[in-house]
C-alpha cells in the first residue's frame, strides 16, 4: 500500500508546532531558574499532569483501565508501569543536569535520546541502516566534544552532561516501554498511568532523600505551573495535533530544535553562552542525532510495533 499523501504546512500546523517547539525549549531554563530541587520540581510537574489528565481518563476510559487488570490486558498494563519507572529515571537524572551544567548542553546531550534508541533496537534484533551508524558515531563525536569542553569550566558541569547523557538513555527506554503499551492503548490512559507512577516513585525518593516538596516561593510554584502547561502538557498535544498532517519523521526532527531554542532561551534570560569549543561539539551532536532519526525512517516499522497517530515523542 502507498504511504497516505500528506499536505503542505496549513498556517494552523505551522503554528502548532512552533509553539510545541517553544514550549520544550522552555523546560531546561525553567528547571535552571527553580528555586527547588530538581527532584521537587519533578515530582510536582507529574503530579498536577495527573490531576489534569486524571478527571478525564477516569470518566472517558473506564473500560480501557478495567482492561488492563485482566486476560492479556495485563501485559500492556506492566508496560505502562515500567514505562513510568523509566520516565523517574529520566527525570531524576535529566533535571538535576539543567542545575549542574550549562541549559545548551543539557538539552542537547538528552536529545541523543535517538542514538540510544537506536542500540536498544540492534540489541532487539532488528537491523538498523548503514546511516544510522554513522549518525551514532557522528552524535557520540560530538558529545565528547561538548562533554571535554565541559572539563575546562568545572566538575560540577562534567556531572551535570553525564545526568543528562543518562537522562536521554533512560528516555529511549521509556519511549521503547511505551512503543509497546501504546500500540493498543490510547494516550491519554497511558500516560495517565505513567505519570502517576512516575509521581509515586519520585516521592519515594523525595521522601528518602529528605528532599523538601513545600516551602518555595511564588516564582518556583509558577515555574512548575508553566513546565505543567508548557513541555508537559501543551508541548505533546501540539505535536500529536501536528501528527494529522505531518508525519512522524518531521516532528522527530523538528523536536530536536529543543536544543538550540533552549540555548537561546538560557543565554537570553539566564546568561548562559556555552564557548565556542562546546558549541561546535553540540552542533556536531545534533547532526549526527538528526542522521539517526532520518537513517532509520527510511527502513519501515513492522506493523505490530507500530505507534497510533495519537502518539507524539517524548518530550522533557
Not at 536498544?120 to 565528547?144: E, K, N, S, T
Request: glycine share 10%; aromatic share 6%.
Amino acid at each position: 500500500m502507498s504511504p497516505v499523501p500528506r499536505r503542505p504546512f496549513d498556517p494552523v500546523t505551522t503554528g502548532a508546532l512552533v509553539l510545541a517547539v517553544v514550549a520544550v525549549s522552555s523546560s531546561a531554563p525553567l528547571v535552571a531558574f527553580a528555586a527547588a530541587p530538581a527532584l521537587a520540581v519533578a515530582f510536582w510537574r507529574n503530579l498536577l499532569s495527573v490531576a489534569v489528565l486524571g478527571p478525564f481518563s477516569a470518566t472517558r476510559r473506564r473500560a480501557e483501565f478495567r482492561s488492563l487488570r485482566v486476560g492479556a490486558g495485563r501485559r500492556e498494563g506492566v508496560y505502562c508501569v515500567l514505562s513510568g519507572v523509566a520516565l523517574a529515571a529520566h527525570f531524576a537524572t535529566w533535571m538535576p543536569s539543567a542545575k549542574l551544567t550549562s541549559v545548551a548542553a543539557a538539552t542537547a546531550l538528552c536529545a541523543t535520546q535517538p542514538v540510544w534508541q537506536g542500540l536498544i533496537a540492534r540489541a532487539q534484533g532488528r537491523r538498523l541502516p548503514g546511516a544510522v551508524w554513522v549518525g551514532i558515531a557522528v552524535a557520540v563525536a560530538g558529545a565528547g566534544v561538548a562533554t571535554g569542553a565541559d572539563f575546562a569550566v568545572s566538575g560540577r558541569a562534567v556531572a551535570g552532561d553525564l545526568l543528562a547523557v543518562a537522562g536521554g538513555m533512560f528516555a529511549a527506554v521509556y519511549t521503547a516501554l511505551g512503543e509497546r503499551a501504546r500500540t493498543t492503548i490510547s494516550t491519554t490512559t497511558y500516560t495517565t498511568i505513567c505519570y502517576g507512577v512516575c509521581a509515586l516513585l519520585l516521592l519515594v525518593v523525595c521522601l528518602v532523600g529528605r528532599v523538601p516538596l513545600t516551602g518555595f516561593d511564588t516564582d518556583t510554584w509558577l515555574v512548575v505551573l508553566a513546565l505543567v502547561a508548557g513541555a508537559q502538557l501543551l508541548g505533546h498535544s501540539m505535536f500529536n495535533f501536528a501528527l494529522k498532517k505531518v508525519s512522524a519523521t518531521t516532528v522527530s526532527v523538528l523536536a530536536l530544535l529543543e536544543a538550540p531554542g533552549a540555548a537561546l532561551i538560557g543565554w537570553a534570560w539566564l546568561g548562559q553562552l556555552p564557548g565556542v569549543t562546546a558549541l561546535l561539539g553540540l552542533a556536531l551532536l545534533l547532526s549526527g542525532v538528526a542522521v539517526v532519526v532520518l537513517g532509520g525512517a527510511r527502513r519501515a516499522r513492522p506493523l505490530s510495533t507500530a505507534v497510533p497517530a495519537d502518539a507524539a515523542p517524548p518530550g522533557d
